[in-house]
């Protein structure tokens, strides 16, 4: 698939502040807040627009066959995340009383993993053996630890200066009789313009003329992405794209031997057995034959969705949250269906018994690596990144 594809590192800057989702924080909450990265899903349905915008004299039509027959599946959309900031996995945990990175000054006791943490407890505790409680509690203060959820620098040691944000707030208006609804308010948390965002989009080989042309565009006629658009929000500009390749750092066969060397540390898998995991780089809707949404990633699940083989493997433990994904069809007015997703930063802990040698495993690894799986791939669901490298940090950093 990747030789069909040109990879495109794509910049862009908000010039008005971004509402990217429409959705309250909580359950009977008036608050809604932006997410802090602009999907996939936003990207291509702007991109379309802009199409439509730099192509007036189509006809609907004519607009219908080309949106199914170019950007249903040929062009692929990844999230755009901040600039120079990465996500963790979502097994990242911190002291809970002094959270953060470990500094000169002190003021945070450090990030670890506990994807093979948790999994090694589990093991003990199942096999009524014996485990180091400390192990669990922070090293220096015995505090309990909680999920790290902030952005870090791309050298993953670091928290990245935080976005900024705007909080607005408005009236409630009631849809019937379009008025105020006395004693009601609703307040929006957006993000401030002049931040800038990066991503990647692929593009097919035949397009690749028409891309550049199109991205030369729109550096003087901005993007719309995001909620209240017709209000003024959500415009953003394309600062820069290039060439890219797609690829992951370190190699694969460099994260597969240092998680192997890491597991057998810790006792988690004999000299025999091999093990590796599975970390969801952005959300992911996985349905199986049956049609049922799934979030476990099972070795007959990921066969079912990627052609790929794993014989002799098991799930033996996932760290995974969920969430619910919407969308809305501007073109006929209405709420696409509701689709469950795993989350991205999720991650799934394998077991291997067969007798394969390591170079079978890279290379089947490296097949899952390059695809992507589940529905909606072409919105930057589905990516996934084998053996993280965070995973193997055990210890404080």
């Known amino acids: 698939m990747t030789k069909e594809r040109v990879c495109y590192h794509v910049r862009i800057t908000a010039t008005s502040p971004l509402l990217l989702s429409n959705r309250p924080a909580s359950e009977g909450s008036s608050v809604y807040q932006s997410l802090e990265y602009i999907p996939g899903t936003s990207i291509r349905g702007a991109w379309i627009e802009a199409y439509k915008r730099r192509n007036p004299s189509r006809s609907e039509k004519a607009y219908s066959h080309l949106i199914s027959e170019k950007f249903m599946d040929r062009y692929w959309f990844d999230d755009f995340s901040p600039e120079g900031r990465q996500r963790l996995p979502l097994t990242a945990i911190t002291c809970k009383q002094f959270p953060g990175f470990k500094d000169d000054e002190g003021h945070g006791h450090g990030v670890k993993d506990s994807l093979l943490l948790y999994y090694r407890t589990l093991k003990r505790c199942e096999a009524n053996e014996e485990f180091v409680e400390t192990e669990l509690t922070c090293q220096r203060c015995q505090s309990v630890y909680t999920s790290y959820g902030q952005w870090v620098n791309e050298e993953f040691d670091r928290p990245a200066q935080p976005l900024r944000k705007i909080q607005s707030g408005h009236v409630a208006i009631l849809p019937v009789t379009q008025t105020i609804v006395k004693g009601k308010l609703f307040f929006e948390q957006t993000l401030d313009i002049d931040q800038s965002f990066e991503g990647k989009i692929h593009v097919p080989v035949d397009d690749k003329a028409e ?8 550096k003087e006629h901005p993007l719309r992405v995001g909620a209240k658009r017709t209000s003024g929000y959500g415009e953003v500009k394309v600062m820069t794209y ?9 190699p694969l066969r460099e994260r597969f031997y240092r998680f192997q060397e890491r597991c057998r540390e810790m006792g988690i898998i004999g000299a025999e057995e091999k093990a590796f995991s599975l970390t969801m780089l952005s959300d992911g809707v996985f349905v199986d034959r049956w049609f049922r949404f799934r979030a476990d990633l099972t070795p007959e699940l990921l066969t079912e969705l990627t052609g790929v083989e794993f014989p002799g493997v098991k799930l033996v433990y996932r760290h995974v949250e969920l969430r619910r994904v919407y969308g809305w069809n501007q073109k006929w007015n209405v709420a696409l269906d ?3 997703a795993v989350k991205a930063g999720s991650s799934y802990l394998y077991i291997v018994s067969g007798r394969e040698s390591e170079d079978f495993w ?8 390059q695809s ?5 791939i072409h919105e930057g669901f589905g990516r996934l990144r084998v053996c993280d490298s965070f995973h193997v940090c055990t210890e404080e950093v």
């Open 242 to 250: 290039r060439e890219s390749a797609e690829e992951h750092s370190p």
């Open 362 to 369: 890279i290379e089947q690894l490296e097949r899952l690596e």
């Open 211 to 218: 891309f550049e042309e199109m991205m030369e565009w729109l």
């Open 338 to 340: 509701e689709q469950i």
């Open 372 to 376: 992507r799986i589940g529905k909606r």
